[in-house]
């Protein structure tokens, strides 16, 4: 499976912008996609958002909840996060991933170790005046 990410760019403080995740396939062992970030000088890549396949509700980090939306395209086998209201600090290369397994989604919603099949190339999104 390959994830290819789109749609950063730069944007004012209080803007939108929306990031998709587009898979090459649907992998038999998906079980979510998830978001995460790595903010400039950072070395971890920080959980943003998640999304499981098969339904349910999505999860958000607690900095971006009310903020972002994440949202999913079966038919097209995409992921998408609407960012709005953003902030500086959310500042970074964003990236997509699929995680294999409900244990992978509950690890990385409680900040575990985790696996996944795929990681994206990044986005980066600047949000600066």
């Known amino acids: 499976v390959q994830l290819v990410e789109s749609g950063g760019g730069l944007v004012q403080p209080g803007g939108s912008l929306g990031l998709s995740c587009a898979a090459s396939e649907r992998a038999r062992s998906t079980y979510a996609t998830g978001w995460f970030r790595q903010a400039p000088g950072k070395e971890h890549h920080e959980f943003v958002s998640a999304i499981a396949w098969s339904g349910g509700s999505p999860y958000y980090a607690d900095s971006v909840k009310g903020r972002f939306t994440i949202s999913r395209d079966r038919s097209k086998n995409t992921v998408y996060l609407q960012m709005s209201n953003l902030k500086p600090e959310d500042t970074a290369v964003y990236y997509c991933?699929?995680?294999?397994?409900?244990?992978?989604?509950?690890?990385?919603?409680?900040?575990?170790?985790?696996?996944?099949?795929?990681w994206g190339q990044g986005t980066r999104v600047t949000v600066s005046s």
């Open positions: 991933a699929v995680l294999p397994s409900s244990s992978d989604l509950v690890a990385v919603i409680t900040g575990g170790s985790y696996d996944y099949d795929a």
